[in-house]
């Protein structure tokens, strides 16, 4: 070898070479091309003697390289991504000509394009007809950066992108080992699977697998920090003052090879201190009215340590414990709810996992043991009644306490093949979970009044919002009159001073449950070529606690690609839902465990005024099945379209049905009847004289409790429209690269699930919205093209790895059901609506809002062996993603701006006719928030 030569030169030599002239050099130079004949910067280039690297470069953004060695033999690889590697024997002489290298693209997943200018990856996403499995030497031909790597799987897989990378990670994609929004590097996978079809057996959509590979070259750590600041923010509209809040969170962790190439170990520890806003608080109290924010304390810890194991070829053995506590405070708070009816909660969880995978030429199987202990906790801030005063305040006592152990074990083994034309996936799963709940929520008792008009009455008009009621009851009392008011719409309404309903729980609220549970899927993808594809599942699932076993999951979908560009998409899939109101069948038998009583017009404060207060079971409310019970199931065909146009734009269109049969419902089988407003006459009878009769109306008496039954009785049917416009490529616009996405979208839905009235059961609209999302990226160039070197030098370092993320959406209104907060009919329920009245007559606030998250990543330090002024000609760039090199940091700073323009969103109208704040906005999203965050790895 050359090299050894060179050893036996110096020791033979000695001072003599050391003296002499200095070693010749000859340049070794060229340029890369696409097979359109663009340039292509960013390349790696490097240069082998023998086996052994001598120098590495990449090509600068006229795509030309150069690197001067000794003249002799070499080897040089050229490597990009999306491209077939390109590697050749060089005879290095001085005066040699510069080499023309044009890469080839590699036929990595489905069809990849390149633009012409600019060196990107275009997937023919809506083209996909099978799952994709990606592994090997096909993963170096993805894109490099965390960014453009999660957009292009995506649009692999057909998903929706947020906007937001973190979210999309969250929302989209599988990754073991990985939890925190983030994607791994390149090198850290191991395999990646593509699933395009929304229709699964398994019960998900289109999804992207990622299985990461034990055994990494070096030790990496990671440091994240998460901070806002209400100093940052504007003010909610309506709100009288920002409150004080903090949001901070710290993340470390450390991964490496504790044993190279056989067990890699990553540890990670996170605290988060976040003071969030909740809904605001609007209220209208005795005393006052409250429109203000909500600070919802949570502080939370987390350690989790994980272990993967590299047992042979294509078996790897991953191992992880992790633990969990949490605590937060003014639970419940928001909306009408006060702070004294928060509750603060708090509990702890720890797992352990362990998967063991075995990977073939075709085949994946995936197996996994889990063991998961939780404990939670809920204790009221305050004792004592609860009052609820319909549209104006929830106040009084805390409901919320309980007490809850769960335990589950859980095994699961999924399987995946691969042969030819043909996909089999098949998994199973079985648990076991013992669950033990101290259950005593509503001990206290709760008392309902109609209105504000009542409650000022009840306690002799305390507070200055019971001024007008003292006037009206003064004047009606000096005329011989019935106090009443004017609600909502003009109607007169009596003020009577009494509650509508007390209602309370006691007994025994231990509960012990043990739950065995079993599901498994198959299903088969087979593909016709380029043209079609069919897939056919069945999946099935049930516990000890099912009603009806006799049930199966079908899915079904055929693609068919009439043409190249474009691809129809015809199937449906039958979901049966399980039974799951088992314990809620136990905790409320009406025998042995609780006892929820209710009143019709108590005496305040004092409930029962004397009364007997022992319950009994003819007294207690109850839940109960129904025998006839079957289990509910919806069926969903949906049809889609996706068309490429000139431009490198996708078009997509889809329509989906979810039409509900047995759909579950909960009536009260024991309600007065006949269930229509009750005459003025019988209204006008003593408290104990008028209960009586109503009683003897309920069907089951002398049982004058509710018995709530559920039922599979209802029908459900939903309709969503989509349409989609997604350039397939970024634009480049006076050197700015913009990507996004356009998309309108239609929702309805209609069911007769009337939990307003148990007496009318009939279709009503449930919804209607019509939505219009825009979302775009931005990203500064990174080669600037100036010809001073300081300003181009200064140019990259402010524009490399900077992008902006905008987010625009605006929706039309909810509809909403008007309510008269009492109880019309004496079924002691408070949320009937006026007789004669439809549900959903009302229409909601529209909606429009932009967000935006600006992105900064950039590298501080000199990766060993890597000389700067190589670094320089963007060598950064093509290995952002892929994680620092060994001597170098990679920082990346965030700020997610929601509400960028601080524009007024209501949240919805209060529909209450007897509140005062009938037909104002029950609060509003927040004003502009800012949320800054940075990652440094290392």
């Not at 490097?46 to 120098?55: G, T």
């Not at 009606?476 to 009596?494: C, H, K, M, N």
């Not at 109503?694 to 008496?701: E, Q, S």
């Not at 509400?899 to 109208?909: A, W």
Request: glycine share 10%; hydrophobic share 35%; charged share 25%.
């Amino acid at each position: 070898m050359r090299a050894v030569a060179m050893v036996v030169l110096i020791v033979s030599g000695g001072g003599a070479f050391a003296q002499g002239p200095r070693a010749v050099t000859a340049p070794l130079s060229g340029v890369v091309r696409d097979v359109s004949g663009a340039v292509m910067q960013s390349v790696d280039v490097r240069v082998f003697d023998a086996s052994d690297p001598v120098s590495e470069t990449v090509t600068d953004a006229r795509g030309a390289f150069r690197v001067d060695l000794p003249p002799g033999d070499y080897r040089i690889e050229v490597v990009a991504p999306a491209f077939e590697a390109y590697a050749a024997d060089i005879a290095l002489r001085l005066g040699a000509e510069p080499i023309e290298v044009v890469l080839e693209l590699a036929p990595v997943g489905e069809n990849l394009v390149v633009n012409a200018t600019v060196e990107q990856l275009i997937a023919d996403t809506s083209m996909s007809l099978l799952s994709t499995t990606l592994s090997g030497d096909e993963l170096l031909g993805l894109p490099s950066t965390e960014e453009e790597l999660a957009v292009y799987l995506m649009l692999l897989a057909g998903a929706d992108t947020t906007g937001d990378l973190e979210e999309d990670i969250l929302s989209n994609f599988t990754i073991d080992g990985f939890d925190d929004g983030r994607l791994p590097r390149l090198d850290q996978i191991q395999q990646i699977i593509i699933d395009p079809n929304s229709l699964s057996a398994d019960g998900g959509g289109a999804r992207i697998e990622i299985i990461t590979r034990p055994g990494s070259d070096r030790w990496r750590r990671s440091i994240g920090f998460d901070f806002a600041d209400e100093a940052l923010n504007a003010l909610t509209p309506g709100e009288s003052r920002k409150e004080p809040r903090q949001t901070r969170d710290a993340d470390v962790s450390v991964q490496g090879p504790l044993i190279p190439d056989f067990l890699e170990i990553d540890i990670e520890a996170s605290t988060r201190v976040d003071e969030r806003a909740g809904n605001s608080l609007r209220a209208v109290t005795p005393t006052e009215s409250i429109f203000r924010g909500v600070v919802l304390p949570e502080r939370e810890e987390q350690f989790a340590i994980e272990g993967d194991i590299n047992l042979a070829d294509g078996h790897t053995l991953h191992v992880q414990y992790e633990y969990e506590r949490s605590r937060s405070e003014n639970s419940g708070v928001g909306g009408f709810t006060l702070p004294e009816r928060g509750a603060d909660e708090g509990g702890s969880t720890w797992s352990i996992d362990v998967r063991h995978r075995t990977f073939g030429e075709n085949h994946t199987n995936d197996f996994q043991f889990r063991v998961r202990r939780r404990h939670d906790r809920s204790v009221p801030i305050n004792e004592g009644y609860a009052v609820d005063v319909a549209g104006s305040f929830n106040g009084g006592g805390g409901t919320e306490r309980n007490i809850d152990r769960n335990t589950r074990y859980q095994a699961e083994n999924r399987l995946r093949w691969e042969r030819g034309e043909w996909r089999f996936q098949w998994g199973v799963e079985t648990a076991y979970a013992k669950n033990s709940e101290l259950f005593e929520n509503n001990f206290n008792g709760t008392y309902e009044f109609a209105s504000l008009h009542d409650y000022c009455l009840a306690t002799g008009f305390d507070g200055t919002n019971c001024a007008e009621t003292r006037r009206i009851v003064a004047d009606a009392r000096t005329d011989g009159d019935t106090p009443a008011y004017l609600d909502g719409r003009g109607r007169e309404v009596a003020i009577t001073g009494t509650p509508t309903t007390f209602t309370q729980a006691s007994g025994n609220g231990l509960i012990r449950i043990d739950t065995v549970a079993f599901d498994t899927f198959f299903q088969i993808d087979r593909g016709f070529g380029e043209r079609a594809s069919l897939r056919m599942g069945l999946s099935y699932g049930a516990t000890n606690h099912s009603v009806d076993f006799l049930r199966v999951n079908p899915t079904l979908n055929f693609q068919y690609r009439p043409f190249a560009d474009t691809l129809i998409s015809i199937g449906t899939q039958i979901d049966f839902r399980d039974f799951q109101d088992y314990e809620r069948l136990m905790r409320y038998d009406g025998r042995s465990h609780l006892f929820e009583r209710s009143v019709s017009a108590p005496s305040f404060p004092e409930p029962f005024a004397g009364e007997f207060t022992e319950v009994d079971a003819d007294d207690a409310s109850l839940w109960l099945l129904d025998p006839a019970y079957q289990s509910p199931y919806t069926a969903r065909p949906q049809l889609s379209v996706n068309q490429d146009v000139p431009g490198g734009v996708r078009l997509a269109l889809s329509f989906s049905w979810n039409l509900g049969v047995h759909q579950q419902r909960t009536r009260n089988v024991n309600a007065p009847y006949p269930g229509t407003p009750l005459p003025d006459e019988l209204l006008a009878l003593p408290r104990d004289e008028r209960q009586d009769i109503v009683d003897r109306m309920r069907p089951f008496y002398p049982v004058v409790g509710n018995m709530y039954q559920i039922e599979s009785t209802g029908r459900s049917i939903g309709r969503d429209l989509r349409f989609r416009i997604q350039p397939r490529r970024d634009l480049i616009l006076s050197g700015l690269r913009v990507s996004g996405e356009i998309q309108y979208r239609y929702r309805s839905a209609d069911d007769d699930n009337d939990f307003n009235n148990p007496y009318v059961r009939l279709w009503g609209p449930g919804r209607r919205q019509h939505q219009v999302q825009s979302r775009f990226r931005i990203r500064l160039p990174e080669d600037a093209a100036f010809g001073n070197a300081i300003l181009r030098s200064l140019a990259r370092a402010t524009y490399a790895g900077t992008n902006f993320n905008f987010d625009f959406q605006a929706n039309t209104g909810n509809l909403y059901s008007l309510r008269t907060g009492a109880d019309l009919n004496g079924d002691q329920s408070t949320r009937d609506r006026p007789p004669g009245v439809a549900r959903n007559t009302e229409v909601g606030p529209g909606r429009w809002n932009v967000d935006m998250t600006f992105t900064k990543e950039f590298y501080v330090g000199t990766a060993a062996g890597i000389e700067g002024e190589e670094r320089a000609s963007g060598e950064r760039r093509g290995r952002r993603g892929r994680g620092p090199r060994e001597g170098e940091t990679r920082v990346r700073f965030q700020a997610r701006v929601s509400n960028l323009l601080n524009h007024s969103q209501p949240r919805s109208y209060n529909g209450v006719l007897t509140s005062p704040l009938f037909g104002q906005p029950t609060g509003f999203s927040g004003g502009r928030t800012i949320r800054l965050s940075m990652n440094v790895d290392f």
